[in-house]
């Protein structure tokens, strides 16, 4: 068997490694247009303000690591240009020859992963402008910030992106603004995002919500109602976009958020055409509608289940939560399934509750924590939560999504036997406050 895989980030070696612990006599070629493979690009944020201060634990693998333990031949700087479906071939063009080839396949996967959205700004191309997706855009940052020592930084865009490299900034002792849009930190809930507003204002950042971007030039940007935000240097963190074109002119079909449509077993509409990874759509584990949520532990999972069906085991994608969890300075956001704005546009007559509790006791340095989730008022069932805190956070989210994955009720959650000990929680759990206060509402 001949596999074809195209794309050698995560979900693209994820896929080669499934295949290979199955089959070891298949043959397994990756192609990759850019330089860099399976590297850890939620790290990147990290590595620009030195944090992590080896290359090598960014980019831990070549192409030699994969050909030498797995037999996988990767081959970077090589750029699909289209698909055959017909003949099962591929058109390749080396990169660094210019030389173009075709390449049969038996099975072809698809993961071309997403790029970085660069608006319609008057300067957005600007030199002193970037865009964070890959090694090289990384790179570009860091050696800017090596050799022009700015002083100040303009972030537009308050995802998760926005929001760490703020952090990053900061530590590398600039003055920051972030320019949001619409509120801070897309999916929190407007009630839970001021939280995150105010901290970051405690911190010194200026933060400017519900404001346009009309121009960016050498001294900053200039906002909608005309004043400039001086910034030595900006950054676009306006989201991404699935890169399908290619997929697309091959007539792979395109799900309604216009990424590459899936089964649950990442079949495509084309016989033995398959596709993982940030060019995916995915769907809600709650209610299995389409969603566009690209994640590096989502594009793992997701072509490690494409290796797996192409070698004949029998498994499939459980869908996503949409669960995030970033750090700003000392503070961690986390989310998963549906805010309570989400929940009531989907049309769920829900309640919702938000109770700020310590983390653990006072006497062994407990600090606040506020949780807010939501839930179905008929039926008790968790829709999802968010939570803003110290300490503490990620156990208590990875907590919900269990229970939100298994749908469990509200009164389920206040039930769990969850662990206490004084150095890690009070005797009633946040949890546990949360889950009985929503339970009042949805009994009144």
């Known amino acids: 068997m001949h596999i074809i895989i195209i794309g050698a980030v995560a979900a693209g070696t994820s896929a080669a490694t499934e295949i290979r612990r199955n089959n070891k006599e298949a043959q397994i070629i990756i192609y990759e247009k850019d330089k860099y493979i399976s590297y850890a690009g939620c790290g990147m944020p990290f590595y620009i303000s030195n944090e992590t201060k080896d290359f090598s634990e960014i980019v831990p693998r070549d192409a030699k690591f994969f050909k030498e333990k797995h037999n996988v031949d990767i081959y970077t700087e090589h750029e699909v240009l ?5 003949d099962k071939k591929i058109t390749v063009k080396n990169l660094l020859t210019g ?12 993961a071309t992963g997403a790029r970085a959205v660069r608006p319609d700004i008057k300067g957005a191309t600007g030199d002193n402008v970037f865009i964070l997706r890959n090694i090289n855009h990384m790179n570009k940052i860091k050696s800017f910030i090596e050799e022009n020592k700015p002083k100040s930084a303009v972030i537009i865009g308050s995802g998760f992106i926005g929001l760490e490299m703020c952090e990053s900034f900061k530590h590398l002792g600039m003055d920051i603004a972030i320019i949001a849009r619409s509120g801070i930190s897309k999916g929190i809930d ?25 121009e960016i030039n050498e001294e900053g940007v200039i906002i909608g109602n005309g004043s400039l935000i001086k910034g030595d240097m900006v950054l676009l963190a306006t989201g991404i976009k699935p890169n399908v074109e290619l997929a697309k002119s091959a007539g792979i079909e395109l799900g309604a958020t216009g990424a590459i449509k899936v089964d649950k077993q990442m079949r495509t509409n084309v016989e033995d055409i398959y596709s993982c990874g940030d060019c995916i759509e995915m769907f809600y584990t709650i209610d299995e509608k389409p969603v566009f949520r690209p994640l590096g532990s989502t594009a ?145």
């Open 82 to 86: 289209s698909i055959n479906k017909e």
């Open 99 to 110: 030389g173009v080839f075709e390449d049969n396949y038996d099975k072809l996967i698809i």
């Open 190 to 214: 407007p009630d839970m995002s001021v939280y995150i507003e105010e901290y970051l204002r405690q911190k010194g950042v200026n933060v400017y919500t519900n404001t346009p971007t009309i």
């Open 300 to 444: 793992n999972k997701t072509g490690t289940i494409a290796g797996s069906i192409i070698t004949g085991k029998d498994t499939e994608f459980k869908g996503v939560l949409g669960t995030g969890i970033y750090r700003i300075f000392d503070m961690t956001v986390g989310q998963t399934g549906f805010s309570e704005r989400e929940a009531l546009r989907l049309g769920y007559n829900t309640v919702a509750s938000i109770d700020t509790r310590l983390n653990k006791p006072a006497y062994m340095g407990g600090k606040p924590m506020t949780i807010k989730a939501v839930a179905e008022k008929e039926t008790g069932r968790l829709l999802g939560a968010q939570i803003i805190g110290y300490e503490g956070v990620d156990r208590r989210l990875d907590v919900v999504v269990t229970a939100i994955s298994l749908k469990a009720s509200v009164e389920d959650l206040m039930h769990l036997d969850l662990a206490y000990s004084p150095p890690y929680s009070t005797p009633r759990d946040p949890l546990y406050y949360t889950a009985a206060k929503l339970m009042r509402k949805i009994t009144e």
